[in-house]
């Protein structure tokens, strides 16, 4: 416990802003608590008030109506049966009269018949007929709390001629109060529930924060390490390069066909590992977004003539046909350098994954944009392949690209470069046919 408890002080320190949810979570409670007790506490004296104002009003009325009975006792008590019949809430009823022999007053009329006739010296009841004032009392007895008012009853004259009391229960507010008190204090235990959900879940949004926080600063370290070796390894590989290509014109008449073949391979294992290096510096960069792109109005045309111009030489060793197809290319949108890029890409990997047949480049104008699609004759993509076809490091496995070197990279790096220039690349395949990838970038 003492270990836990730890933990939660150092995880405040280092986060200060999760005080704001720890005050969050007391404040908000104690707030609606207390709103809740004075708006109960209102309610019910608004409450009282109502029923107190009813009461006097319905004093008022029967006052009115019985002052002229005064002499028939029977007939205000069948008033008074009728009365309280229609209202339940009413739990005594009296009128009385002055009785100066008892100096006193008499019960002529009640709700209780033992109380008939009976004497009463109940102090309020001289206040409110020496005073001329109603007396209301707010009082309790084991049935609850109730109103009880006394008022004097005049004639037309207005002169005093007796007294009224009536008590009205408050069961029913209270009831009604005692409700709304217990669905307050629901409520106020939701509220705390979903506020200590909220605070957890925003502890675990700060969880989340930091860990973000961590990745990215884990991925900063990535990009710097990558860039870091990717520029360390071009320098050697340079030189390795270099000093071959040094020894091979030094010693071209020296070297027995064994050991030229020995070299041939060091080299091509050079070129794959300065594709790889390559390859490698440039997803580091477009991921870091550290790839200028200068989107101007240009010509397609001498693009793709000079793409194709310069990876005719891999198509030829493979004996393959690299074919243009002449057509309408309009001006469209784009960075010359990374158009060229993506086409030759494109063009490398149709000849790479292409045994025999031929590779054609065609333009094509529909909509706002131009196609620019590279269609070859190849071993074709199966649709299970395509859906990974442009990610990262994803390759076709398979016996006819067993020997096919490459990094996954290629496509990645096209669709990226093909989006940061507002376009896209679609692939349409069939397995032993061939495959078209065609590009899609936004007219001047």
Known sequence: MKELFGKAIFFIKENPGIIYSLVLVLFIPIAIFFNTIYAVDRFQGNIDTITQTKAVLAENIISLMAVNSLDAPDQLQKMIERITLENT?????????????????????????ENENADSFEIKNSLAWNLREGIANLN??????FWEITKIMLDENN??????SLAFSLNDSDALVDSTINHSYLVLILTVLVVLLLVSNQARLFGYALTLSKLKEIDQVKDNFISMASHEL?????AIKGYLEFFREKNEDKVDPESHKYLEN????????????NDILEVSRLESNRIPINIVALDP???????????????????LELIFLPSETPKIKADPERLKQIVINLLSNSIKYTPTGKVEVSTKVKS?????????????ISAEDQLSLFQKFSRIQNEKTRDVVGTGLGLWITMELAKKMKGNIAVESIEGVGSHFTIHMPLA
């Open 89 to 113: 809430e009413i739990e005594k009823f009296e009128i009385l009269v002055p009785n100066p022999e008892q100096n006193g007053f008499k019960i002529i009329a009640s709700l209780n018949p």
């Open 140 to 145: 309790s007895n084991n049935n609850g709390r």
């Open 159 to 164: 002169q005093k001629k007796a007294l009224i």
């Open 234 to 238: 071009r320098s050697p590989l340079t």
């Open 266 to 277: 060091i080299s091509l294992s050079v070129g794959r590992l300065g594709s790889l290096v």
């Open 301 to 319: 045309r001498p693009i793709i003539i000079g793409s194709i111009q310069e990876i005719k030489s891999q198509a030829i060793a493979k004996g």
């Open 368 to 380: 706002k944009e131009l196609l620019i699609t590279v269609a070859d004759t190849g071993i074709g």
